[in-house]
């Protein structure tokens, strides 16, 4: 009886050994899985990054470009402004030089 006890032991323990070897597998297995899982989230984030980067840059363009749209509409305004000034006067010297002309 005891050979047979020591066999079961014997049985159970290779059982065991069995199970434990499939079951480390298994959790390799899921351990490659999630270091997958980690490397492409890694690559979207990295895209993701870039991304962001070149529409940084492209906002940034749009900015100096908004700035100097806003520096060209001042000009245009400065110079209008000195047109009309200049209109002005130019009438005013009009009228003094009719207003010669009708005393002659």
């Not at 351990?31 to 890694?42: L, S």
């Not at 000195?82 to 003094?96: A, C, D, G, T, Y």
């Amino acid at each position: 009886m005891a050979e047979i006890t020591n066999e079961m032991i014997l049985q159970a323990i290779k059982e065991l050994a069995e199970q434990l070897k499939n079951h480390s597998e298994e959790t390799n297995n899921r351990f490659e899985q999630i270091d997958q899982r980690f490397e492409q989230t890694d690559q979207q984030f990295e895209q993701t990054k870039q991304q962001l980067v070149e529409i940084n840059e492209r906002l940034d363009q749009v900015e100096q470009k908004i700035e100097e749209m806003d520096k060209q509409l001042t000009d245009v305004a400065n110079g209008q402004k000195i047109l009309v000034e200049e209109l002005f006067e130019n009438k005013k010297e009009i009228k003094r030089v009719k207003n010669i002309l009708n005393i002659y």
